[in-house]
Every structure is written in structure tokens, then in C-alpha cells.
């Protein structure tokens, strides 16, 4: 079965390109490090602007909310219409939110601020994948691991950098300079990316041998959709609320609760290095299942067990759930081959969606019943994973097909 404009003269690219790899990693370690930021600042800006945890969840789905409905769209329109230079408009946005963020003076502003950092990862993310994908020679779980530990690194530094810098909110223009220094560096991959375009290089794929009917395919993508929601409605707690809970809990202060954040962040880090490769060992299918319900016995214990041994649990909780997104995305790409756009922005988009209602659900909830109560109540999120039993076995072989 092929997919997409196929050129059987002209050459594929089986070499796996690390140096693009690298560079396109550590552009999601620099976007998602200042997204990240957002977050961690909380506490900072509920003190001056007097925010309820509501309105720390509508600021969490503004930005959510705009990657989620933008990110799909923009993945199906780069399909068609692949645009090299979108990851430099992508940094670009990034850096004026930033700048809103550090300057504000009204909440309306902190809502704008926000709203551009979700614009430039809606923008960021469809066409990273894609080039993740183009320059892995066929070692398509391993790219993605690599592309989503960047991500994910970024993620866990950003808690860090602001408990250790971050004591004023004007200090956040500073974070332009990594925008910057993103932007310099992704010139030379879009470069790269628009020599691809111009030869019209054809990608060594692994693509059905025999296809799902679309019934079957529906399902599959439902039963995903499913597991991507258990694990983001998690995480949405954990990212959000966590500090707030562990302040509560423990009577720590926020420099101490944010390191906490940072060593769940660290263990999700570490845990995406590890869900790729294993996922082209053995297949998607059985990473997913671990991933999901393998976290379980330690999300029940979670909020009942000392500061020490939660800090232990953190890293084991956050790298038995990074696993999943890494296999999570290869097989939606096996199911839809030809559609690397469409699928990483539909995903993409439905971590950030999912994200975003959760965010603004769970603080109003946790507004009514308290942090204790509903750390209690999303302990109980893994449970879900069970789906994952519907998931159909995939087999393969490799065959020529363009993505671009």
C-alpha cells in the first residue's frame, strides 16, 4: 500500500541523520523549556495578580487551547504544502510571549502572553515531526525518542531555571535569548529540510502490508485517543497542581516544591529516551500497555506516602509515563502512513486540548475539594489504560513512499 507521491527513480534516504536529529531535539528542548515556564511561574503570579486556581487553569488552557484546535490544521495543511521556514515564525512567536509574559500589567496580558506561546508550538510541532521522521533512515522510534527527550528535558528545566532565577517577573524577558539562540540554530536544519524538498527525496517507510479496514482504523485511533487522555489528564494535574499539593501536604516552601516538579520532569526526561527504541524492538503495542497501566501502583500511593519516598516516586512515576507518548505517535503513524503532519498535529494538538480542558476542570475541582482530594481522585487515572487490550497487532514491511 503507498501513501502520498511516490518517485520510484528517485532515491530514498535510508542514512539516519543525527546531526538534524540533535538540532531538532534540542528545538523542542528550547520551546518546550519556555512553555514550561508558564507553570512554574504560578505561584509568582498568583501572588501579583491574587489568582484563584481557577484562573491559573483558564491561563493553562488559553495556550493549551490554541495548540490544541491549531495543531492539527496546521499538520494537514504542511502535508500538502511542507514549509521549511515555520520553525523559525514558530521561535519568533515564542519570543514575543515571552516578552508579554515579563511585561505585563493586567491579567488580559498574561492571557495574551500565553495564547503566542501556544501559536508558536502549534506551529513548532507538526513540522519538527516530520523532519524527525525524514531524517531517521526507518528508525522511526528512535528519532521520536530523541525528538521527545528534548522536548521533555526542556520541560523538566524549566521548573528549575525558575526556582533558581525567576524571583522577579520581568526577569522572564531574559528567556528571549533562548528563543534566539533556537532560531539561529534551526536556520541551518530548515536549510537542510528545503534541499530535501527541491530533490523531492523519497523516505525508506514501514508501511501495512495488509491495511485496516477504516472501521478498524477508526477504532484504533479512538482506543489512542483514550490513552492519550488518561495520561494528559494525569500529567495536568501533576504539572499544574503538584506544587501547590506538595506546599500544602508538607508545609514546604516554593523553591522546594518546585524541585520536586523538576525531579518528576527529570524522570519523564529520562523515561522518553527509553519508550522509541523499545517500541522498535518489540512494537508499539506492549510499550503503550507498560506505559500506561505500569504506573498505576504508584499514582494509588502517591498521596499518602512521606516527602522522601514521594520525591522517589516522582521520577519512577514520570518515567513509566513518558514511555507511552513516544509509542503512542509511531503507531498512530503506522495506522495513517503518508500523514506524519496530520497525525504528530492531531496528537500534538490533543496532548495540548486534553491538557487545557483538564488544567481549567481540575482547578475549578480542586477549588471546591481541596489538592488532598483530588490528587486521591487522579491516582486512580491509570486504571483507564485497560482500553489498550483493543488496541489491533500491527505487522509491517518496509516500502518506499514519500512523506513530503
Known sequence: MKSGATNDNSPAIKETFIAVILAISFGHLLNDFMQSMLPAIYPLLSINYNL??????????????????????????????????????????????????A???????????????????SIFHPEASRITRL????????????????GNTGTALGPLVAALFIIK?????????????????LTSVCRWYAGILKKRISVEKNVLRIALSKKNTRRALLVLIALMFTKYVYLAS??????????????????????????YLGGI?????????MADRVGAGPIIWI????????????????????AVLSVIIGLILASAFPAILVFAQELMPGKVGTVAGLFFGLSFGIGAIASAGLGALGDIIGNQ???????FLPLLGCVAILLPRLRSTPESTSII
Open 52 to 101: 484563584s486556581l481557577l484562573q491559573i487553569g483558564i491561563i493553562t488552557a488559553t495556550y493549551q487551547s490554541i495548540g490544541s484546535v491549531l495543531q492539527p490544521l496546521i499538520g494537514i495543511y504542511t502535508d500538502k504544502n511542507p514549509l521549511p521556514c515555520s520553525l523559525l515564525f514558530a521561535f519568533a512567536f515564542m519570543m514575543i510571549g515571552l516578552l508579554l509574559l
Open 103 to 121: 511585561n505585563s500589567f493586567h491579567y488580559c496580558v498574561l492571557l495574551f502572553g500565553a495564547a503566542c506561546i501556544g501559536f508558536g508550538s
Open 135 to 150: 531524517a531517521s533512515g526507518g528508525r522511526y522510534g528512535f528519532a521520536q525518542s530523541i525528538f521527545q527527550v528534548g
Open 169 to 185: 517577573q520581568d526577569r522572564l524577558a531574559w528567556l528571549t535569548v533562548a528563543a534566539f539562540i533556537g532560531f539561529l540554530l
Open 238 to 263: 501533576m504539572s499544574n497542581f503538584y506544587t501547590f499539593f506538595s506546599m500544602e501536604k508538607y508545609g514546604i516552601n516554593l523553591h522546594q516544591a518546585q524541585y520536586l516538579l523538576f525531579l
Open 269 to 277: 526526561a529520562i523515561g522518553t529516551v527509553f519508550g522509541g527504541p
Open 291 to 310: 506505559s500506561i497501566l505500569g504506573v498505576l501502583p504508584f499514582t494509588l500511593v502517591l498521596p499518602h506516602v512521606s516527602l522522601t519516598t514521594m
Open 373 to 379: 482530594k483530588l490528587f486521591t481522585i487522579c491516582s
